[in-house]
């Protein structure tokens, strides 16, 4: 089992950065890649970004050069970095770890105010 905690959402203005962070916990050992992901109302859950055990990184297109995927493997810890925020960015984000299966956290809200 693995066990994910986001942090880091909240209220911005478009244009404006903010950095999610998520913690691992649990069966750390097994995890092949973790990644964020974000569902905006009436729309399906989407991938952002995801980085692997060996540093290797894949953004979505609408996402790239704006956003930074990078991990702390002694904290256990992925952070996403999000520069010149859209209104469209606005979403619920959620940290993903995939360990034999996928493993999910609550999710934190993103909003960018235009």
């Known amino acids: 089992q693995v066990r994910l905690v986001e942090s880091g959402g909240g209220l911005v203005q478009a244009g404006g950065s903010l950095r999610l962070t998520c913690a691992a916990s649990?069966?750390?050992?097994?995890?092949?890649?973790m990644g964020w992901y974000r569902q905006a109302p009436g729309n399906q859950r989407e991938l952002v970004a995801v980085?692997?055990?060996?540093?290797?990184?894949s953004y979505a297109d609408s996402v790239k050069g704006r956003f930074t995927i990078s991990n702390d493997n002694a904290k256990n810890t992925v952070y996403l970095q999000m520069n010149n925020l859209k209104p469209e960015d606005t979403a619920v984000y959620y940290c993903?770890?995939?360990?034999?299966?996928?493993?999910w956290g609550k999710g934190t809200l993103v909003t960018v105010s235009s």
């Open positions: 993903n770890a995939f360990s034999g299966g996928n493993y």
């Open positions: 649990g069966n750390i050992f097994s995890i092949n890649t």
């Open positions: 980085i692997s055990s060996y540093g290797s990184t």
